[in-house]
């Protein structure tokens, strides 16, 4: 789904970013600094993010500004996909977040779906790796890529952490109300593809 206005957002944020980085010149980081709450005003016009949430992001970001890595992790069992409720807006999702600085995507994704579901799992394959601009999500601040790693269970029980509050496996026409901004209807439905077809190849775009 294209949203012009988020493009020219994020774009401009990227760029204001990259001056405040770079620039010496006490008028030069004056406008950077302008540009980027510009690019605050208009995402929390056409967000439901305060103003002062969305700066607060921004004032964290330093340095030459890249997508941010989101890894989402997909077990099946008895046809069906595990997922996760998440405490910020009561919707399901595929256990799962950013990426932490020090760990692999493998062991980054092990450690969500143990902190998040309370199974233990390993690692079998990457499925997918998506520019979350080519998918209808909603609005939000930053670009992400999402990665889907295809994981099996080998021990542990559903158990509920400290982001989530319930832990359950759906099948695929039987979907529960989906946390958007972390994983869409149509993500899902390709994931049971791979379970129908285990020798598809990795979905890239």
């Known amino acids: 789904m294209s949203y012009q206005w988020l493009d020219w957002a994020k774009r401009i944020q990227a760029l204001a970013q990259a001056g405040l980085e770079f620039s010496k010149d006490i008028y030069d980081i004056e406008r950077f600094e302008e540009l ?10 056409h967000t439901d993010l305060e103003m002062d949430k969305i700066k607060e992001l921004f004032a964290n970001e330093s ?15 008895d046809d069906k996909i595990l997922m996760v409720r998440e405490n910020y807006d009561d919707k399901w999702s595929l256990p799962g977040g950013f990426c932490d600085i020090g760990l692999s995507p493998s062991e980054n994704i092990v450690k969500e779906i143990k902190e998040e579901s309370g199974f233990d799992v390993r690692v079998f394959r990457l499925l997918a790796l998506l520019d979350s601009n080519h998918h209808p999500h909603p609005p939000q601040p930053y670009h992400y890529y999402k990665i889907f790693v295809q994981c099996g269970i080998i021990g542990g029980e559903a158990n509920i952490g400290m982001e989530t509050n319930d832990v359950q496996f759906f099948s695929e026409n039987h979907l529960p109300l989906l946390s958007l901004n972390r994983n869409t209807e149509s993500q899902i439905k390709m994931l049971f593809e791979f379970l129908r077809d285990p020798q598809n190849q990795v979905v890239l775009d």
């Open 63 to 77: 340095g030459y500004q890249t997508p941010k890595v989101d890894i989402r992790g997909v077990v099946f069992k």
């Open 36 to 45: 980027r709450n510009i690019s605050a005003e208009i995402m929390a016009v």
